[in-house]
């Protein structure tokens, strides 16, 4: 299949070095930031997420608009790898439309597009949610959303102490070392306990982070999960509950989180973005523990879309095919 330049009409591709390398950090959070706000809003259009099951995992479709950064929906394959329990692999595509004649703009690397706007979701939610002068930050993970938020990290707080905790002491070195002021904990448990912030990155099926690991006034942003909950029941019973859309707790998974399926009749789960418009207070009680459930969202694939499809065509690069 022939290509041409990146200035023709026509729809862009972009592999996956050259999706990474448009999706500019500091963009890609203002977009994220106006995305989770017209969630809480009620100005998006994004049904629940579904998916097809296999036995190795499952095929998720999410479609979303968003007023201002377009019209974009995502297939993603989320696997598991039996010979390592705990850990998954993302992968899928893109494709990014003109939100008001409907032309197809884009196909772009859904796996690398996923960790950079789901890393962006979750530091929002520290940034908005923990307290005052939190610095210790501690991620728990060593795979491909672990070191996207490590990197997210190094450039928007590189002088945080950061912490990265997993089962894999290679992995956590390797993880550890895209972090300037970074180091790999003495196991997941004495990470946790030390942290202002944790970011829960993993594949699990099962908790992996306790409710008596967490001291006082800890946020916890959790965005894996996708095949069972991180979060131990205790963490979720004392915290106050933020996600990026009401579905998290209504929906069943693979579109809502599996930590906030049993919660008590009339439990508040409040949005993030409400807290970033200023509609909610957020945080409150500075001794209390906070919890950011993420589920992933297509309004957040939209903006970071919008964001790789603007830079890609200003710099010139990817493939012009006609669709």
């Known amino acids: 299949m022939s290509g041409t ?43 629940p997420r579904i998916a097809a099951h296999t036995p190795a995992g ?30 998954s692999s993302h992968r899928g595509m893109v494709a990014l439309f003109d939100e008001h004649d409907g032309r197809p703009l884009a196909l772009m690397d859904a796996e690398s597009l996923t960790a950079v706007r789901t890393a962006a979701a979750a530091t929002h939610s520290a940034w908005a949610l923990a307290r005052p002068g939190a610095r210790r930050f501690t991620v728990v993970g060593t795979g491909a959303q672990a070191r996207a938020q490590i990197a997210l990290l190094a450039e928007l707080r590189p002088d945080a102490e950061v912490v990265v905790a997993g089962r894999d002491p290679l992995r956590a070195r390797e993880a550890a070392a895209l972090h300037p002021a970074a180091h790999v904990g003495d196991g997941i448990e004495a990470a946790v306990r030390r942290a202002d912030v944790v970011f829960c990155c993993t594949g699990a099926t099962s908790p992996v982070v306790r409710r008596a690991w967490l001291a006082p006034g800890t946020h916890v942003s959790s965005v894996g999960g996708s095949h069972g909950p991180e979060l131990d029941a205790d963490t979720v019973r004392d915290a106050t509950l933020f996600a990026e859309w009401p579905g998290a707790a209504v929906s069943a998974p693979p579109a809502g989180a599996h930590e906030l399926q049993r919660l008590s009749p009339g439990r508040p789960v409040a949005l993030l973005g409400s807290v970033l418009s200023g509609d909610h207070p957020g945080r409150g009680d500075g001794a209390g523990l906070t919890v950011f459930k993420s589920t992933g969202h297509a309004a957040l694939d939209v903006a970071a879309a919008h964001v790789a499809h603007a830079v890609a065509r200003s710099a010139g690069w990817g493939t012009i095919v006609d669709l």
């Open 58 to 87: 499952l095929l998720g479709a999410m479609p979303g608009w968003v007023p201002g950064l377009g019209l974009a929906a995502k297939l993603v394959t989320v696997t598991g790898d039996p010979a390592r329990p705990g850990r």
């Open 5 to 47: 330049s990146a200035t023709n009409d026509g729809v862009l591709v972009l592999d996956r070095a050259r999706t990474r390398a448009a999706l500019d950090t500091r963009r890609v959070m203002e977009a994220v930031e106006a995305a989770l706000i017209a969630i809480g809003r009620g100005e998006v259009s994004a049904p």
